[in-house]
C-alpha cells in the first residue's frame, strides 16, 4: 500500500520545494516508486529544482479537467527511471481545483507507486486544503526563526483540525555556529515549542543553492545537505538513523588536515 | 390629564407603563420619550422591570419602547413582563436573580478540562474554568469566564474571568505569555528580542492574578493561593 506525505510548512521560502525534490530523488535510490505533485498551480516550481521543465507537456490541471491521461502527465526523471513528477499548471490559480478532485486523482495513483509526494503551497488557502485532502501523512519544514516556526505551528494545528496525527518535522538551514553562539534557536528550541517528532535536520549548506540551481537534486551525495537528506529519506522509510553531527570544523587543525588531504 | 397619553406608576422593583391605545405608533414613541426624559432625574440609574399596559404590543414593538426608554434615561430594563397579576413579585423576581447572577458563580466552581497543544490561530473558548493538558503556544487564545490551569507552557493570549470578573486567575508550570487580560486588566509581557532570551528565566509555576487593578505574577506559594478566593 502506498503513502501519500505531504510537505507543507504555511510560511514561503523555508525549503518544501527543495525538501520535495530531495527526498523524492533520495527514496528513488532507495529503490522506492516515486511520484512527486507540484500542487501550487500557478506558481510552478518543482519541475525548476528537479530539472525537468522542458519536459512538461500535460500537468495537474489538464488530468483533473480531464484534457488527457494521468500517464501522459506523467514525467518520467531522466536519471531514475522509479521517479516521476506531476507538475502543476501556470496559467492557472489554485481554484482550477477541489479537494475532492485531489483525492480522486491519488486514489488512481495509488495503486503504481510506493510514496506519492506533495508540495504544498504557502498558506493556509485552497492550495493548502487540496494539497492535504488526499494526504495520510505530513512533513513540516520551518527554519529556526520564529516567524517560520510560528506558521509551522499554525500548519500542525490545521493538520491535525483535519484528521491527520502522522505529523513529523524538519528543521532546514541551521546553522550551527549560530546555534552555539545563541543567535539561532536550537533544533531543540523548535521541537519545545512545536511538541512533533523530528524527522531530520538539514544544515545550511552552499552546495543546496547549487544543486537547486542546476536542477540536480544533491540527497544521497557526500555534502552535509545531501547526507541529511537521504538519513530523512531514510527516516521516512521506518529505518533508525541517528541525527548527523552537523559541526563545520573549521579550526586551525582542521585546515592543516585539509592540506594533507 | 385623564387623557394623558402615556402614563408612568412605578413601584420598588418595576415600571408599569399605560399607553394609550388610539394614538399612533410614531406619535406614541415620541411622548414615551418625552416622559421618560423629564422623569430621568427622579428615577436615577436604576435596574429595573418593565410592563407595558393599555396597548398590545408585538415583540419588535415592545423592543422599540425598551430602546427609546434607555436612550432618555439612566433606567437599565432587564425584563419586560406581560400581564399584570401579581406584578410586583415578579418583577421582583426578575430584578433579584439578575442582582444574584447564579451563572457566574457557577463559572468559578465548575471546570473543563482540555488536552492538547494550542497551537496558533486555536481558540478554545469555555463558559466555565479550564484546565489545560498541555501548551498554548504564541498566536493561540483561550477565553474563560473562570479560571485558567495550564499544565504545561503559557506563551499564547489568555483572557479569565471573561465576564469581568476581576477575582479569576491564571495558573501555569511554565507561565510566558503575550498577553493576560483578568477581567478589564491587561497585561502583556515586556518587549525584547525573543531570540536572545537564552534559556527562559526560570520554569517554577507562577499564578497570574489582579490586585488593585494591576495583574501580578508570582510563583505558586502556600501564601499566594491563601489569598486566592474561589
Not at chain 1, 481554484?95 to 510506493?114: C, H, S, Y
Not at chain 1, 505530513?138 to 494545528?157: F, K, L, Q, Y
Not at chain 1, 555556529?177 to 538539514?202: C, Q, T, Y
Request: with cysteine; aromatic share 4%.
Amino acid at each position: 500500500m502506498s503513502e501519500v506525505i505531504v510537505i507543507t510548512s504555511g510560511k514561503g521560502g523555508v525549503g518544501k520545494t527543495t525538501s520535495t525534490a530531495n527526498i523524492g530523488t533520495g527514496l528513488a535510490k532507495l529503490g522506492k516508486n516515486v511520484v512527486m505533485i507540484d500542487t501550487d498551480i500557478g506558481l510552478r516550481n518543482l519541475d525548476v529544482v528537479m530539472g525537468l521543465e522542458n519536459r512538461i507537456v500535460y500537468n495537474l490541471v489538464d488530468v483533473v479537467e480531464g484534457n488527457c491521461r494521468i500517464k501522459q502527465a506523467l514525467i518520467k526523471d531522466k536519471r531514475y527511471p522509479n521517479l516521476a513528477l506531476l507538475p502543476s499548471a501556470q496559467t492557472r490559480d489554485k481554484t482550477a481545483v477541489n479537494p475532492e478532485q485531489m483525492v480522486k486523482l491519488i486514489e488512481e495513483l495509488r495503486g503504481e507507486f510506493d510514496y506519492i509526494l506533495l508540495d504544498c503551497p504557502a498558506g493556509i488557502e485552497q492550495g493548502f486544503k487540496n494539497a492535504i485532502a488526499a494526504a495520510d501523512r505530513a512533513i513540516i519544514v520551518t527554519t529556526p526563526e520564529v516567524s517560520a516556526i510560528r506558521d509551522a505551528d499554525r500548519i500542525i494545528g490545521l493538520l491535525e483540525a483535519n484528521e491527520i496525527h502522522k505529523i513529523d518535522l524538519i528543521v532546514n538551514r541551521l546553522r550551527m555556529d549560530m546555534v552555539k553562539r545563541g543567535d539561532m534557536m536550537s533544533i531543540e528550541d523548535v521541537i519545545d515549542i512545536l511538541a512533533i517528532d523530528l524527522i531530520g535536520a538539514v544544515p545550511d549548506d552552499e552546495s543546496i543553492v547549487i544543486a537547486t540551481n542546476q536542477g540536480e537534486p544533491l540527497a544521497g551525495d557526500s555534502s552535509m545537505a545531501g547526507t541529511a537528506y537521504m538519513n530523512i529519506c531514510k527516516r521516512v522509510l521506518g529505518e533508525e538513523v541517528p541525527l548527523m553531527n552537523m559541526e563545520v570544523n573549521n579550526g586551525f587543525f582542521a585546515k592543516v588536515a585539509k592540506l594533507f588531504k | 390629564m385623564a387623557n394623558q397619553p402615556v402614563i408612568i406608576k412605578s413601584n420598588k422593583y418595576g415600571l408599569i407603563v399605560i399607553l394609550d391605545a388610539k394614538l399612533s405608533w410614531e406619535e406614541l414613541k415620541k411622548e414615551v420619550a418625552e416622559k421618560f426624559s423629564s422623569s430621568a432625574k427622579f428615577f436615577g440609574e436604576v435596574q429595573m422591570a418593565v410592563c407595558f399596559q393599555g396597548r398590545d404590543l408585538s415583540l419588535e414593538e415592545e423592543m422599540e419602547l425598551v430602546e427609546v426608554i434607555s436612550a432618555n434615561c439612566q433606567i437599565q430594563i432587564v425584563s419586560i413582563i406581560d400581564g399584570n397579576e401579581a406584578l410586583e413579585t415578579q418583577m421582583q423576581k426578575a430584578v433579584e436573580e439578575r442582582e444574584e447572577n447564579p451563572t457566574d458563580l457557577m463559572n468559578l466552581q465548575d471546570g473543563r478540562f482540555y488536552k492538547g497543544t494550542l497551537r496558533s490561530g486555536q481558540v478554545l473558548e469555555s463558559e466555565t474554568s479550564v484546565i489545560i493538558l498541555g501548551d498554548v503556544n504564541p498566536g493561540a487564545r483561550v477565553i474563560s469566564k473562570g479560571n485558567v490551569i495550564v499544565l504545561g507552557t503559557l506563551k499564547g493570549n489568555i483572557f479569565v474571568g471573561a465576564a469581568g470578573n476581576e477575582a479569576a486567575f491564571v495558573a501555569a508550570l511554565s507561565m510566558d505569555p503575550m498577553q493576560i487580560r483578568i477581567g478589564d486588566v491587561i497585561a502583556r509581557c515586556s518587549d525584547g528580542a525573543p531570540v536572545k532570551k537564552k534559556k527562559k528565566a526560570d520554569d517554577t509555576p507562577k499564578i497570574a492574578y489582579v490586585e488593585d487593578g494591576n495583574i501580578y505574577i508570582e510563583p505558586i506559594t502556600k501564601e499566594v493561593l491563601n489569598d486566592i478566593r474561589l
